[in-house]
Nanobody, 124 residues
Framework: QVQLVESGGGLVQAGGSLRLSCAVS????????MGWFRQAPGKERDFAAG????????YYADSVKGRFTISRDDSKNTVYLQMNSLNADDTAVYYC?????????????????WGQGTQVTVSS
């Protein structure tokens, strides 16, 4: 069974930074594309950032572009989300997800595996 486990969430003041990690285990291919999604209370789970299986291409929602950076270290089976200049609108549960090669990177439906999420809270 493939498992994705997020970590690194917490409480941070507006303007601060956090780095989330997603540890992948259970035999998922290192060619899988990876994504970070986020869901605030009462809202849909939305795409935040994605990275191709080879790590050469990244994708960002307009709301996070320039502030968030997604990266991967396949030797450690880990994906990261560096979040800078955080604001209150970034408060959400952040989920790591994995998709097979060739699947569109920005949509929820194409991702096969999901983590349980990690809470990020930004105070004003």
């Amino acid at each position: 069974q493939v498992q994705l486990v997020e970590s690194g969430g917490g409480l941070v003041q507006a303007g601060g930074s956090l780095r989330l990690s997603c540890a992948v285990s259970g035999g998922a291919s290192n060619n899988y594309g990876m994504g970070w999604f986020r869901q605030a209370p009462g809202k849909e789970r939305d795409f935040a950032a994605g990275i191709s299986g080879g790590g050469y291409t990244t994708y960002y929602a307009d709301s996070v572009k320039g502030r968030f950076t997604i990266s991967r270290d396949d030797s450690k089976n880990t994906v990261y989300l560096q979040m800078n200049s955080l604001n209150a609108d970034d408060t959400a549960v952040y989920y790591c997800a994995a998709r097979k090669p060739g699947v569109a990177p920005r949509g929820r439906d194409g991702y096969e595996y999901w983590g349980q999420g990690t809470q990020v809270t930004v105070s004003s």
